[in-house]
């Protein structure tokens, strides 16, 4: 199952401040940290790894400030995780939609090194009302938002009982080194299971808090409709919704007719495992199963193949895949208006040219 | 020279109407149909060959209407033509342009075939008074401009002059087969030397005017200031400018330190041949002359390459290249404002890493 590892190419999305996407056709098991998507909301910030320290406070017993050299003295777990930008596949959108039009590259696996995040809550002791836990990114800047005037930092919050969880890691390595000035260094969060807004970059704060956290980047930004009340309120974006993609063929891809070919992609779910993909070459009217490659890893991609059978006829079709995770939830066939421009997992169309 | 034929995998930019990027980095000498970029400014109509028409009126002698096989019939050149949007190179505009951000890919050369359009306006006989020349397609739709209210086609015009030379033609094969939907069929314009709006698609109607065409797709869309006047006017866009892109390294690439390493990428003019392409592995203090490939070929690009012996130092270098074209037009440093989002020809940066 090995692919040739990606040789990179990055495309631009936006040069300043840095947005960057994988190009998804170059899909591996283990995406390369050049190959690794870029997602940035401001400049990305010069921190030196002796000047770093990270504040924990809020809600506890006691106020930490933790150095580098301490927290990489602390015992640290190795696993690989996805993440995905919570408005990946926003170009697949009709009509256009406003924000970065990631295509399907806004998504990658990458194996991360890290502290849990629950191993330094514990040393600062969590008060009984801590409700929520706001982690917060040295990167700051203006917003086009009246209610948050001046300048402001990237923060997200998870509640503490997802803070506590193994998934969740202070990481200062990425793929075995540490990490890269756009990934974060010197130290980020990561947020297994969650789209990749939660795992804050260039994490210098964390904030146990006694009232949920309501700021602008899961008020407003990163936020969906929930209709759970009478009225709907905006609810921040969490889990990462299941999702296949398919890496080959690619849009246009000139697939020779009467022959086999392997069509293969990834697949991935939030906090759940996934536990099928299926594949269709007739827009979605039949479905064949692909085979799921290697053995389910908690909060990474599984990637999945499936021999095709290309027909004589040549002429462009219509491809598609779909995931089913363990608790049976099925990709959606249209975007849910309610969740405005993220968790966009809808079964897309990918065009190809049987030649 | 000849690289591995493209698999396609285009970009999405926009799903609806379809916007779709060629990946640079998969760079060819002749950029297959099904990896060619996509541009659309309304949905692509279905157009049959046999009901397609060509009318040809305003300013001639003799109104025409001629159908497919009569364009067929009459005389036909084939030749490579290079075709750049205008916008290519936007999502490379600090701060973030509007409009689509292509990043260097919207940009090929193809084969086209067709018929002179001068072999067209002679037969119609273009009166003493002809100005400009109007292509208009099929393609319509409404536009965000109070002053192009309703429904409009997409068009363009050409002064006579420009209209009567040679590489302007009326193409219905692309690489030797007829065009496909996405890219005009049955019939679409090739302006030779002018940006891709130039080459109206889904062509149904030339009209030739007594006065200069002045409309939504020229003086405000494709449309930028001009300072010859006291005061700046909206001028429309015309000729492709000198401009180098790097195919290989691509962004983020993983360069082995102390190896050669073969540069290569692809350069342009518009109306003239490119002279000279330099490559900078320093942010642009010390520039190599790159080897040009193969011959000019008026109208199409030019592939360039170099041996780059990579240095053993590993870490982010920023590679650039920058073309000077046959009359020394060299590529400028920054964008200039005035031409909006347009025109985009600076010298980008590549930040690759050597490890």
């Known amino acids: 199952m090995n692919e040739a590892v990606s040789r990179a190419g990055l495309i631009i999305r936006e040069k300043e401040p840095a947005n960057r996407e994988f190009p998804f056709p170059s899909l591996s098991p283990a995406t390369p940290t050049n190959a690794f998507f870029v997602r940035t909301h401001f400049p990305i910030p010069a921190i030196r790894a002796k000047d770093w320290t990270l504040t924990v406070d809020g809600e506890v017993e006691r106020e930490l400030r933790l150095t580098y050299d301490e927290l990489l003295g602390l015992p640290a777990t190795t696993s690989p995780v996805l993440l995905e930008c919570a408005g990946n596949g926003r170009?697949?959108?009709?009509?256009?939609?406003?924000?970065?039009?990631?295509?399907?590259?806004?998504?990658?696996?990458?194996?991360?090194?890290?502290?849990?995040?629950?191993?330094?809550?514990?040393?600062?002791?969590?008060?009984?009302?801590?409700?929520?836990?706001?982690?917060?990114?040295?990167?700051?800047?203006?917003?086009?938002?009246?209610?948050?005037?001046?300048?402001?930092?990237?923060?997200?919050?998870?509640?503490?009982?997802?803070?506590?969880?193994?998934?969740?890691?202070?990481?200062?390595?990425?793929?075995?080194?540490?990490?890269?000035?756009?990934?974060?260094?010197?130290?980020?969060?990561?947020v297994g299971g969650w789209y990749g807004m939660a795992s804050v970059k260039w994490l210098t704060h964390v904030t146990v808090t006694a009232t949920p956290f309501e700021e602008f980047w899961?008020?407003?930004?990163?936020?969906?409709?929930?209709?759970?009340?009478?009225?709907?309120?905006?609810?921040?974006?969490?889990?990462?919704?299941?999702?296949?993609?398919?890496?080959?063929?690619?849009?246009?891809?000139?697939?020779?007719?009467?022959?086999?070919?392997?069509?293969?992609?990834?697949?991935?779910?939030?906090?759940?495992?996934?536990?099928?993909?299926?594949?269709?070459t007739d827009a979605g009217k039949k479905w064949a199963e692909a085979r799921l490659l290697g053995e389910a890893v908690p909060f990474a991609w599984r990637l999945w193949e499936l021999p095709w059978d290309v027909p004589e006829a040549t002429g462009r079709y219509q491809v598609m895949a779909r995931a089913t995770d363990t608790e049976g939830r099925t990709q959606p066939e249209k975007h849910d208006a309610d969740r405005r421009t993220y968790m966009i997992n809808f079964v897309f169309t990918v065009e190809v040219e049987v030649v």
Chains 1, 2 share one sequence.
């Not at 905006?234 to 069509?263: C, D, F, H």
């Open 91 to 190: 170009a697949q959108l009709v009509p256009k939609a406003k924000g970065l039009l990631w295509d399907t590259g806004a998504v990658g696996t990458a194996e991360w090194t890290g502290v849990p995040l629950s191993a330094v809550l514990d040393r600062a002791g969590v008060k009984e009302g801590g409700v929520d836990v706001i982690l917060q990114g040295a990167d700051k800047g203006e917003v086009d938002d009246p209610r948050s005037p001046g300048v402001i930092h990237f923060e997200r919050s998870l509640p503490l009982a997802k803070a506590m969880r193994p998934e969740v890691l202070l990481a200062y390595k990425m793929n075995g080194k540490d990490l890269t000035p756009d990934h974060g260094f010197p130290v980020r969060a990561i």
């Open 218 to 280: 899961q008020s407003l930004e990163y936020a969906y409709w929930k209709r759970e009340r009478e009225r709907p309120t905006l609810a921040r974006v969490t889990e990462v919704q299941v999702k296949a993609q398919i890496a080959r063929p690619g849009l246009s891809e000139a697939v020779p007719a009467g022959k086999p070919y392997r069509v293969f992609g990834a697949a991935w779910g939030g906090g759940s495992d996934v536990a099928a993909v299926e594949f269709s």
